[in-house]
């Protein structure tokens, strides 16, 4: 029995502290679904949550400026625009392009912009790999950045 | 020829569906003919879908644009070898490539066991005949491949097609879904063996040494078909990275988690009579994880970066996989008196509890992967609002995960059946404690103070110390009772038990692949706007960047940067990363440029010419330290692999703990 009891013990160890390090992977990374509209319509309150928000790249609207990448999304069905603008190191997938639908996260600014930390776009067309996705990993800044 | 393929496709559906019927009615009734008819449908079958995958192909080498499918996947300006490899480039054509290759093991399986297994064998064929059957219905009414371009009542064609996506136009990712899929499709196999010995109580030692062999090859292709992913995604996607924990990538992981929790752990029902049930489960779950990565790689449930068509694909598979859920899960409750266990864990520090904590670890990180995969759609049902969870939960999880399963794999061969003393401990893990702690204090001493690296990089020194004491008293031995040379030894030493020092071999795969991965923690990066003609720096390098050329061909266009290279002063070379848009897609694609060697790669990505400064080139550059080492880590894991599937030149007969009889002292009789 003894064996049973101290086998058991590590088990609930093991398991307690996956369970806890699960809790504060998903609170550091949980990121909401929100559409463009329910993006505009979000109280003052939520404003400070990672959102993803999905939509058409508008033709023409991407411009690179310097480092940031400035581009505008729409919603097809309600004709909603919202201004995104792209800090990250990362390269933009190659799908990502005019009349593509594109995914970006990050968090909306006061001012209305959508600051994205990450972006990734699919092709408009069936079961074909559209993978492009720049790395998820905005906001913890790597253990070495470089140093130019 | 539409006719004739469309034809073909039903003629297997009928054919499989009979293989079934008569397979289950001829071992339920013992109709021996009728079993045996079963197992003659299997082959009709093979033909049949060979026939169907023969026309698609030739349809698509010969670009004939009537056929819907070869219009969507295929242009005329493409190479001959993606032509072919649009076969499975689209949803039809992959669900076609899965019903053959599921047709092509059954008939093997069928035609290797025609003489053995007389009980088993029907009601293998039976779950192979079943899992074919829906699949063929996927063929014929969900997703036919053999769609022509209809105008009215009449067949038209058009002028070219568009092509194969330009960023599947690369070789790792040519291979990459028939790699993937005969992983998929082979854990049917192991699966039907074990669901048939369950049905008909045929003793475990029959159906494991017959599934061994099948289970290590079909998980083989799985890690093959895993690692082109991460080969293409590091060599053509253009950010450095191999894995993204994307839903896809995930659900490729899945079964591959859960597969090689089941090899270890069929060797504790071997060696030991004990986890019968659990393997049971863990073989069905391996299956059943196959057949949901493949749902969840083409229903679009969960939002990734592959995209999809809305169809009712979806439906289908969840009624496949509730039906053979309930069925098995049935099968396992009312067998449980035949899967008792032979013996009993008797101490955590032995080998059985070690293999334990694998299963306990590798099915935790299943569990947190395919909870964190389906987040969205949890939470979407549970609290209304769609969430998702994206990198940082998944290595937060995985890489403790990852790092204690590394030490076991250092700890487990060595430690005892049963009971274990800390004294032999002591001694079996003296050399490879202190090299761990050399290489963590050398770290320490170098500046590295990366929490996780000291561990991994240390761990890693740990199993290697292992593994290398192991074949050195082995070898060690031989070579002096024998009088051999050390090297002939070593090759004898593994020959005569494949498994054990195959298995050596591949948990060193494993620690080479480690040191590759630990590597990204000292990853460096840099975007740059340079004009033509000046230069920057990242690491130990100071890149130029010479010139910028362009020009086309009819499949693409191109723009290249010509970028001199020179590491501490000395010139290394030129890399020339490319950009391309294809022709017949308008897809643009980056070709990365990237300086291979062991301690680091210099990785280059062409972003574009800058807009406000038309004689600037806009170069992503990137150091990524020990990158080369997965890659490396690999070939050995595979290697060892093939190393375990060499039958051993001395046969074991493994000595099993079985209770016989107990005896009790009687009381002594009073004074």
């Known amino acids: 029995m003894k064996t049973y009891v101290r086998f058991g013990v590590l088990v609930a160890a093991i398991l307690g502290t996956l369970a806890w390090l699960a809790a504060s992977g998903i609170r550091e990374s949980k990121t909401y679904y929100k559409t463009i509209s329910e993006l505009k319509s979000m109280p003052q309150s939520e404003a400070g949550k990672r959102v993803r928000v999905t939509g058409d790249v508008v033709a023409g609207s991407i411009r690179r400026e310097g480092a940031a990448v400035r581009f505008q999304i729409c919603e097809k069905e309600r004709g909603t625009t919202l201004n995104v603008v792209y800090t990250g190191k990362d390269p933009l997938p190659d799908t990502f392009r005019d009349e593509a639908q594109a995914m970006a996260d990050g968090k909306l600014a006061p001012d209305g912009t959508f600051h994205a930390s990450s972006i990734a776009a699919k092709c408009p067309s069936k079961y074909e790999a559209a993978p492009g996705k720049a790395a998820p990993q905005p906001l913890n800044p790597g253990p070495s950045r470089s140093s130019l | ?671």
């Open chain 2, 1 to 671: 020829m539409e006719t004739l393929g469309a034809f073909s496709l039903l003629l297997a559906l009928c054919l499989a569906a009979y293989a079934f019927l008569a397979s289950v009615i001829g071992g339920w009734k013992e109709k021996p003919f009728l079993a045996e008819s079963a197992r003659r449908a299997v082959y009709g079958v093979f033909v049949m879908l060979t026939a169907a995958s023969a026309i698609l192909v030739y349809a698509l080498m010969t670009s004939d644009f009537r056929f819907a499918y070869v219009a969507e996947r295929s242009n005329r300006a493409m190479p001959a070898v993606y032509k072919f490899a649009a076969w499975w480039g689209g949803q039809e054509g992959s669900l076609l490539l899965w019903s053959w290759m599921l047709s092509l093991y059954a008939a093997i399986v069928a035609w290797t066991n025609r003489a053995r297994h007389r009980r088993l064998m029907p009601w293998v064929i039976a779950v192979l005949a079943f899992t074919q059957t829906f699949f063929c219905l996927l063929n014929v009414f969900v997703e036919p491949p053999f769609q022509m371009l209809a105008v009215g009542r009449g067949v038209t064609s058009v002028a070219d097609g568009n092509g194969l996506n330009p960023l599947l136009q690369y070789w790792l990712m040519a291979i990459h879904p028939p790699a993937l899929y005969l992983g998929f499709v082979g854990f049917v196999v192991p699966f039907a063996f074990a669901f048939a010995s369950l049905l008909t109580r045929e003793p475990g030692e029959a159906w494991i040494a017959t599934t061994r062999r099948w289970s290590l090859v079909t998980w083989g292709f799985l890690s093959i078909g895993i690692m082109l992913g991460q080969g293409w995604a590091y060599a053509v996607l253009g950010w450095g990275g191999y894995w993204g924990w994307d839903p896809v990538e995930n659900a490729s992981l899945l079964p591959w988690i859960t597969g090689t929790a089941f090899l270890h752990s069929v060797m504790m029902q071997e060696k030991k009579g004990m986890m019968k049930v659990w393997n049971m489960v863990l073989i069905s779950a391996t299956y059943f994880l196959c057949i949901f990565g493949t749902f969840l790689t083409r229903s679009g449930i969960v939002s990734s970066v592959h995209a999809f068509a809305q169809s009712s694909l979806g439906s289908w598979f969840v009624g496949f996989l509730a039906v053979s859920i309930a069925v098995t899960v049935f099968l396992i409750l009312r067998r449980l008196d035949f899967l008792k266990s032979e013996s009993h864990l008797e101490s955590v520090l032995s080998r059985e509890s070690s293999f334990l904590f694998n299963n306990l670890l590798l099915l935790a990180s299943c569990f947190a992967v395919l909870w964190g995969t389906l987040f969205p759609v949890l939470t979407e049902a549970l609290v209304g609002e769609k969430i998702t969870v994206g990198a940082p939960f998944f290595n937060k999880v995985n890489i403790p995960i990852g790092l204690a399963l590394l030490l076991l794999t250092g700890v487990g061969p060595l430690i005892a059946w049963r009971r274990s003393s800390w004294e032999s401990l002591k001694r079996a893990f003296r050399w490879p404690v202190l090299a761990m702690g050399l290489t963590m204090a050398a770290l320490l001493a170098f500046g590295v103070r990366h929490f996780y690296a000291l561990v991994s990089l240390g761990l890693c020194a740990f199993v290697a110390a292992t593994v290398v004491m192991e074949f050195y008293k082995g070898a060690r031995s031989i070579a002096a009772r024998n009088q051999m040379n050390f090297l002939r030894a070593t090759v004898e030493l593994t020959h005569r038990n494949t498994r054990r020092y195959g298995g050596y071999l591949v948990h060193m795969g494993i620690v080479l692949m480690f040191i590759g991965y630990t590597g990204s923690a000292f990853n460096k990066d840099t975007t740059e706007e340079v004009k033509i003609g000046s230069h920057f720096r990242i690491g130990a390098y100071e890149l130029h960047v010479k010139e910028v050329t362009d020009g086309s061909n009819p499949n693409y266009s191109w723009q290249r940067a010509v970028i001199a290279v020179h590491r501490n002063g000395e010139y290394a070379g030129d890399l020339r990363p490319e950009r391309r848009v294809y022709a017949a897609s308008q897809q643009p694609t980056s070709e990365v440029a990237i300086r291979r060697r062991l301690n680091e790669d210099l990785y280059l990505n062409f972003a574009s010419m800058s807009q406000s400064d038309p004689e600037a080139a806009i170069i992503q550059a990137y150091v990524f330290p020990l990158v080369s080492w997965i890659w490396i880590g690999f070939y050995v894991l595979l290697f060892g692999t093939v190393v375990c599937l060499i039958p051993s030149k001395v046969k074991y007969a493994y000595p099993k703990t079985q209770v016989v009889g107990v005896y009790e002292r009687q009381p002594e009789a009073a004074q």
